[in-house]
């Protein structure tokens, strides 16, 4: 029997079952997939594939509308049809996420270029209902380049090379490259070991002090989460907080750093040692109201003064709507917390943003103190956000202290508060209140 032509056989799989796109569905891809000529690893069989997943998707739905967001995907999938023609396969995977399987020759003459094309047709304004979408994707792509790889195990790559460009923000294309898999696996592990260890409630709280610049009174601490993984080692915190946010563990990391910190520091807040501890909130955390009535029944469970703690948040909050959390940092606030930005210079921040959130200090980056001392450029930009930080009745921290001439700079500048390695190191609990007495049994014997 004559084997069907390649377009014949795919026109075969192109009915979909999709409500909303008319697209296959990922049953039917699969099914496809695992179908003749493509169920055998052939090294001669050059075949590329693509992941696509719509970044921000979600917002299109709150702010347009569910038939909105369905006129989206829609169009996309129309787009991913007329971008592979004939000579390829459109899935829609669920939700905002697709698949592009094409075999060779490719439209645009490689699988890299036929990535790209693919990857770029969703850029274009999408004409919906009655709203304009401007749109953007997270690609990941993976070709056999020669190799005896089935289908399935192309999918695979293409699902790490998707992984790949989430994590590196909004708007990536990223191709499979030899080594990701290895990398790919080492990151499940350390995922599985941190899950690990928040349901072990294994997470350390270390603290890291903050000095009146004028009196270098210790004021407050900092709580900085650390993990000691099973070989002991301290985990980068960039690293697992990271990890945390991508794996949906952050919300649960969060409130276990903010309990350990308050049970930690009541004794001290009682003794008169520090007058406030600063805990850090991610932005994951608040994309949802329940953190408002978790973090409260927290702060009653531990008898906690909430005057005596501080929330910060990254500068990245400023540059997203920020409807939502600045609702729900106002909730925080009126149940007498303070609120911190961190950061503070290091992104595009929206200063119209400051006026809506109801803050309390600004936390210069250290990027700007430590060339505070030479660099004039530094010492004006350091000035204007003291400034502007007095301007609008907050405070400020000067970040990343490590020598004298810094802190009598931030001084000089009329910086309230300094932080950094000049005074202490993060320290954990036992260390910390140790140091803490040093200071303040040196402060009596002055006084003496």
């Known amino acids: 029997m004559e084997e069907a032509a390649p377009h014949q056989f795919l026109s075969r799989f192109r009915i979909g079952s999709d409500a909303v796109t008319g697209l296959p569905d990922r049953r039917q891809f699969e099914r496809f997939l695992r179908a003749p000529p493509f169920q055998s690893a052939d090294s001669d069989h050059a075949a590329a594939l693509i992941l696509l ?96 790889l089935g289908p399935l195990d192309l999918q695979a790559r293409a699902e790490i090379a998707l992984d790949a460009a989430k994590r590196a923000g909004r708007n990536h294309l990223v191709g499979y490259e030899h080594g990701m898999q290895a990398a790919s696996q080492a990151r499940t592990d350390l995922e599985e070991d941190l899950r690990a260890a928040i349901a072990a409630d294994r997470i350390e709280v270390w603290f890291q002090p903050k000095m009146d610049a004028q009196s270098r009174r210790c004021t407050s601490l900092e709580a900085l989460a650390r993990w000691r993984r099973g070989d002991g080692g301290l985990v980068p915190p960039d690293d697992f907080i990271a990890l945390a946010e991508s794996a949906g563990l952050i919300d649960e990391l969060g409130m276990q750093v903010l309990r350990k910190a308050c049970r930690a520091v009541k004794p001290w807040l009682e003794r008169g040692l520090v007058d406030h501890v600063a805990v850090n909130v991610s932005p994951k955390q608040l994309e949802k109201d329940e953190i408002v009535p978790v973090i409260a029944g927290l702060l009653a469970a531990e008898a906690f003064d909430p005057s005596a703690l501080q929330i910060e948040i990254t500068e990245s909050l400023l540059v ?18 303070t609120i911190a930005l961190d950061d503070f210079g290091t992104g595009c921040s929206n200063l119209a943003a400051l006026k809506s959130l109801p803050l309390d200090v600004i936390k210069i980056d250290r990027v700007f103190v430590t060339g505070l001392a030479a660099d004039p450029d530094d010492r004006l930009l350091v000035r204007s956000t003291i400034d502007l930080a ?44 140790a140091w803490l007495l040093a200071r303040a049994n040196e402060a009596s014997g002055l006084a003496l």
């Open 53 to 148: 997943d719509l970044d921000g998707f979600r917002a299109i739905n709150l702010t347009h509308g569910y038939a909105c967001g369905d006129a989206v995907l829609a169009g996309i999938g129309d787009r991913l049809r007329h971008s592979v023609g004939n000579s390829g396969f459109v899935a829609r995977f669920g939700g905002d996420e697709f698949v592009v399987f094409c075999e060779a020759p490719f439209p645009d003459g490689s699988a890299q270029a036929l990535a790209r094309s693919v990857f770029e047709s969703v850029s274009d304004p999408v004409r919906a209902r009655h709203a304009t979408v401007n749109l953007t994707c997270s690609a990941g792509w993976a070709f056999t380049e020669g190799e005896a």
């Open 320 to 337: 997203e709507p920020i409807d939502a959390a600045a609702r729900r940092l106002n909730a925080l606030h009126s149940l007498g917390l």
């Open 390 to 433: 007095h301007g609008l009745g907050l405070k400020t921290v000067g970040e990343g202290v490590e020598n004298e001439d810094q802190a009598e700079q931030l001084r000089l500048l009329g910086c309230d508060e300094l932080q950094g390695f000049l005074f202490a190191p993060a320290m954990p609990a036992d260390e910390c209140e």
